[in-house]
């Protein structure tokens, strides 16, 4: 049996194709259409999955959609009606769209895909916590669910056994976790459902001041982790914006515009709602797993993206072992549905799983030999190419004299995360490489933190995390990382070993590096610890600010011409910037760029 689950028109749509419960490809699709978050209908990574799976939609056994519009309309009419008369103008805004598209998708899906088969729906929260619990290494398991909001719920939580899956409780809009850490990212400049991890990273700038004022007026937060928001405080049910003049006054002034300074302001800020985030999160660990008895915990939904609450988690909280599923937001939305519709829906057994089943979630196309020669070709570029003995080597040569290197290999991740298939690396011992990548690679604000890859085997010589962290998912403190100074001073006081993946706290969102998921990374790795004594490198998305992470040999080469980056890895080719034509070899230095792009 054949199904393609598909998520869209909220943030980050995709597709996926199951094929007798095994993932065969999935997708998101703005690494087609270039354009980051794209919501639209998933034409090209449906067709992408489909052609993975050789298949044509008309054979599809079924289709599954990640929640159910009515039931989401349903909420939003209810709303508009309780805050009208303020929710005129978005409600004047939305219904267009909700009546000429999001209503008919039956309709939609068989028009785009010459479908005629059953459609199956399943509740947002609980597409979320299929996509946690099908894939996850256990045979039982809790499942939390926390984002800002799918028809009603906002947070879920439920147990899987086996090929079942039940949901025990939830809590509802406009009470969510999501939406608060959302707003207080706006609040900070930052633009929701893509700026939040950019509070997250700010947050150890800053000291929770502002924690016990959160908790005093914003969020009774009760000890078995459902809340109440002071509502308010919150103008977003009317659709408005996510704060106002209250919450202003609150807080001592206006929000911060967008690209304006930072101040120890949004840094205090974006450490006390941290906290209370963290907080939060851990009281609902403790309750699931007091009502489930429950020893392992599978985790989704965007929340599940904090990976400094996900940290404390690992070492504080009930569980013993902890599965949070890499896709957590809304693309992983898709994956969930095709599960619910595989178990759920058509009933069929989970065999005990023997591992994670997302294989290091390397689910997106690959390409050729001869496909990415072509593209170099096109360029005008030069065809060099290394040996399967020799490109780990010379590759951790180049990153041991200094280069910054752009890493193309093999099937595109899926998920937020680049995991060492499309992946910007660096060393992590230089001081100045976070300020240099972040500035004249990424063009991004410098305060904020790469990710150090780390072969599994090594993990616990370098950071202190007992277990794996496949998907860059925990935050663990850096072994014997000290630091100084207050705020954006900290940059420059970081004593470690790899300075340049050692947050401001002495942290690190480790990835653990495995040979049986990524050979070809787990050799580099292996490699450059030869050369140098230091088995980890920075790993960052291979892309730049405002831009989704490289699909294709042509987005990866034009990433690379348009950056500083020293070198690019194509498969078995090597390209230098000695190779670009001079127009293309001029260096910026960090204040021109960070003046050019009104960075701190």
Known sequence: MTILGISCWYHDAAACVLRDGRIVAAAQEERFTRK????????????????????????????AFYDKPFLKFERLLETYVAYAPAGLPSFLKAMPVWLKEKLWIPELIRK???????????????????????????????????DGVGEWATTSWGVGDGARLTLHA?????????????????????????????????????????????????????????????????????????????????FGGPRREPEAPLTPREMD?????????????????????????????????????????????????????????????????????????????????????????????????????????????????????????ELPDRVAELLAS???VGWFQGRMEFGPRALGARSILADPRGRDTQRRVNLQIKFRESFRPFAPAVPAERVSDWFELDGESPYMLLVAPVRGARIEGEGLDRLGNVDSRIPAVTHVDGSARVQTVHAETNPAFHRLLEAFERRTGCPVLVNTSFNVRGEPIVGSPAD????????????????????????????DRTVLDAEAVAARYGLD
């Open 36 to 63: 980051k978050h794209d919501a639209s209908f998933p034409v090209h990574a449906i067709r992408y999955c489909l052609k993975e799976a050789g298949i044509d939609a008309p054979r599809l056994d079924r289709v």
């Open 112 to 146: 785009e895909l010459g479908y005629e088969g059953p459609i199956v729906f399943p509740e947002h929260h609980l597409s979320h916590a299929a996509s946690a619990w099908y894939p996850s290494p256990f045979d039982r398991a809790a499942v939390l669910t926390t």
């Open 170 to 250: 939830e809590q509802h809009f406009p009470h969510s976790l999501g939406l608060l850490y959302s707003a207080f990212t706006y609040f900070c400049g930052f633009r929701v459902n893509s700026g939040e991890y950019k509070l997250m990273g700010l947050a150890p700038y800053g000291e929770p001041r502002y924690e016990r004022l959160i908790r005093e007026e914003l969020v009774d937060l009760k000890e078995d982790g459902s809340f109440r928001l002071n509502m308010k405080y919150f103008p977003y049910p009317a659709g408005l914006t996510m704060t106002g003049r209250r919450f202003e006054r609150l």
């Open 269 to 389: 800020i974006a450490r006390s709602i941290q906290v209370v985030t963290e907080e939060a999160m851990l009281r609902m660990a403790r309750h699931v797993h007091r009502e489930s008895g429950e020893r392992n915990l599978c985790l989704a939904g965007g929340v599940a993206l904090n990976c400094v609450a996900n940290g404390r988690l690992h070492r504080e909280g009930p569980f013993e072992r902890l599965w949070v599923q890499p896709a957590a937001g809304d693309a992983g939305g898709a994956l969930g549905a095709a599960y619910a519709a595989w178990h759920l829906h058509a009933g069929a057994g989970r065999p005990a799983p023997t591992g994670d089943a997302m294989a290091g979630s390397f689910l997106g196309p690959a390409f050729s030999e001869e496909e990415t020669a072509a593209a170099v070709v096109a360029e005008g570029l030069p065809l060099r190419r290394l040996a399967d003995d």
């Open 402 to 404: 200094g280069a910054v």
């Open 556 to 583: 990866a080469i034009r990433c690379f011409r348009s950056t500083h980056m020293d070198a690019l890895v194509l498969g078995p080719w090597l390209l230098t910037r000695d190779d670009l034509p001079d127009g």
